[in-house]
């Protein structure tokens, strides 16, 4: 997996004001036949934001991503859009659009027609469909290329026809299924870009579907992070990875250690480390960020910190940084974050801040 | 590589085939066409043009042509009619029963031409199935004479034939449409009607070509329809030659008729090839 800056770069502004709730998922399932691909799921989605559905292949973040579009009707559940029941709806009524993984452009038609395609079933007069459409294609950058038809045009033009067809309506919703995993990694990290830039220009709600976890960070307000069809945490990037909810959240989104450990009278124990937590006795789950160690100097440590030293197993180069992996006391294994080229000795002292170690919960296993 | 001997082994006996079974024969015939028969019908190799004078001089010759023709674009037009809806169905509806119905349209492909001709001999004769129906329910007094031994016969005998021929190119041009498309044009706002319209129809056009030029090749070279059930105003431009080359005694005639036949198949073919290429996108 792609290493995540340790900043997290996120191209997103903290959202100010609360917006309106614009379409809101109550308690949405759905299973094929004895296969249950989604269960319970409920989340809303405010106007203009930008939410991406993330998980792992098989997790329903596609299959969520049907339902809302109409393709797929929900085995339980409502979606509703304002006051408006859109599950009952057949997907031609909704005022929701979608953008298709592989792009579905009609190939009998050329570029210009596929924008205008939505105007022209609506009945739209032709003058304002080619004055909308024009201004569409403007907007993705494709007015040269109005007259040629999709398999004369390369994926990323593919992928700015399919949007500019979605938005020339101007829907409500914009639903978007893994739209840049066709294409190559440079031009991918320049669409994600794109994309985030036009969906504030439009101000149009997005529904970001896919499993690129360091995608979904840097673009999305909120992630909704999907596990065997359920919803294991929605939160911001900055959230999502700095305030994990559960193991797994923890160790899909960015590097992780996690801790098994015990609490004992107001501290917690793993292996030779110990920390005072106000939690309840019993086991815990910490997680702890490879960026959150660092490597202590031989100046006196911070008093409050965590210590503890340990042997060099691996180092891992990575840029700007490196991961090298240290085996401490007790079969502890940390892995630590450490800026490139610092001379890292055979044996090293390792401090971190009890607040970076972040509980969390255990996941249940799931198939 | 493969050595140049291996390519000889390889490419002879095809070459050999073709030319002895087609390329000869279609040889003879083209000279056939400008010799004639003399009264002591002995075949005299004098080449002139006079077989195709008679073709289109004679009535009977090129009003029977038009006639084949006539019922050629009615099975076409009344396979089209049967097995587009069909295909439709079958790709985007049947789900499960999918492979069950394909198989059910498939199978009568294996029986036998004329046990489906005579089928229709014993459903539409003056004592057959039908007629004595209409009478047991009192539609008709007396048998309806027109269902056999007419165009309609041939016509309908015909189509039921050459149905499946219809059915098969356009049931092949639908389900090469990708399902998303038709997901693409429901959430762009079109009403199932116009996604068919729109997307369905124009993506299945190959399809439609050659499924048509299949029924309507295939019926205009028909004999033995005709000969079973189409009676003396049924009969077709190939019945015609049969009788040529055979009581009749005249193959330069035949040869001429048949080589006229070829010329309008074969670029009915090349038409409906250019005409897939235009409406084929991928």
């Not at chain 1, 792009?103 to 304002?128: D, K």
């Not at chain 1, 992928?159 to 190559?184: C, F, G, I, K, T």
């Amino acid at each position: 997996m792609a290493t995540v800056p340790t900043s997290a770069a996120t191209l997103t502004t903290t959202p100010a004001t609360p917006r309106s709730t614009l379409l809101s998922i109550r308690n949405v399932a759905k299973s094929f036949g004895k296969n249950v691909v989604l269960r319970e799921i409920s989340l809303e989605i405010a106007e203009g934001e930008f939410l991406t559905i993330l998980g792992e292949s098989g997790s329903g973040k596609t299959t969520l991503l049907r339902i809302v579009a109409g393709f797929e009707s929900a085995s339980s559940g409502e979606v509703w859009m304002g006051d408006e029941r859109l599950d009952r709806q057949p997907p031609y009524r909704r005022r929701v659009n979608t953008v298709f993984q592989h792009y579905a452009l009609f190939p009998h038609l050329t570029v210009e027609q596929n924008v205008g395609y939505g105007l022209r079933v609506a009945g739209r007069p032709e003058a304002e469909i080619a004055s909308r459409v024009a201004e569409a294609l403007e907007k993705v950058r494709m007015t040269q290329h109005a007259k040629s038809k999709p398999s004369k045009i390369s994926g990323g033009q593919q992928q700015r026809v399919a949007l500019a067809r979605a938005l020339v309506n101007r829907p409500r919703l914009l639903l978007l299924d893994e739209p840049l995993s066709a294409l190559d990694a440079n031009l991918r990290r320049q669409m994600q870009v794109e994309l985030k830039s036009l969906q504030r220009e439009v101000g149009i709600a997005f529904v970001f579907v896919t499993h690129d976890q360091e995608e979904a960070m840097v673009m999305s307000d909120r992630i909704a992070l999907l596990r065997s069809g359920e919803l294991e945490q929605i939160a911001t990037p900055r959230e999502i990875y700095s305030q994990p909810a559960t193991a797994y959240v923890a160790q899909f989104i960015g590097h992780t250690n996690l801790l098994q450990c015990e609490v004992r009278q107001g501290e917690v124990h793993c292996g030779a480390l110990s920390w005072p937590a106000q939690l309840p006795e019993g086991p815990a789950l910490f997680s702890l960020r490879p960026e959150s160690i660092q490597v202590a100097a031989t100046k006196p440590a911070t008093p409050s910190y965590v210590r503890v030293r340990g042997r060099l197993l691996q180092q891992a180069f990575h840029g700007a940084t490196e991961l090298i992996r240290v085996q401490c006391p007790g079969g502890l294994v940390l892995t630590v974050r450490t800026p490139s080229g610092a001379g890292i000795p055979d044996e090293v002292d390792l401090e971190f801040s009890p607040a970076s170690a972040v509980p969390v919960r255990q996941s249940p296993g799931r198939n | 590589m493969f050595s140049r001997a291996y390519k000889t082994i390889v490419t002879v006996p095809p070459l050999l085939w073709v030319t002895v079974f087609l390329l000869i024969p279609y040889l003879l015939m083209f000279c056939y066409s400008f010799w004639s028969v003399s009264p002591a019908q002995t075949i005299v190799r004098s080449w002139d043009l006079a077989n195709y004078q008679t073709l289109f001089r004679v009535n009977v010759y090129w009003q029977t042509l038009l006639r084949s023709m006539w019922i050629a674009a009615r099975v076409t037009i009344f396979s089209l009619l049967l097995g587009y809806p069909l295909a439709y169905f079958l790709s985007f509806y049947a789900g499960k029963r999918k492979d069950l119905l394909y198989q059910l349209v498939i199978i009568p492909l294996w029986v036998s031409y004329l046990v489906r001709a005579y089928a229709w001999k014993t459903i539409l004769g003056s004592d057959g199935v039908l007629n004595t129906l209409l009478q047991y329910l009192h539609l008709a007094r007396h048998p309806l004479e027109f269902l056999l031994y007419s165009p309609f016969a041939v016509v309908l005998t015909l189509t039921h034939i050459y149905t499946p021929f219809a059915f098969l190119p356009i049931y092949a041009a639908l389900e090469h449409i990708p399902r998303n498309l038709v997901e693409a044009s429901h959430d762009l706002g079109a009403t199932p009607a116009q996604t068919f319209w729109k997307v369905i129809f124009p993506l299945s056009i190959p399809g439609v070509v050659a499924g048509a030029t299949f029924a309507f090749v295939l019926s205009l070279g028909d004999f033995l329809a005709p000969l079973l059930l189409g009676g003396p105003s049924g009969i077709m431009i190939s019945n015609i030659v049969v009788s040529l080359f055979g009581a009749a005694y005249n193959w330069p005639l035949g040869a001429a008729i048949s080589l006229c036949m070829l010329a309008l198949v074969v670029s009915l073919l090349f038409l409906s090839e250019r005409l897939e290429k235009k409406w084929s996108f991928s």
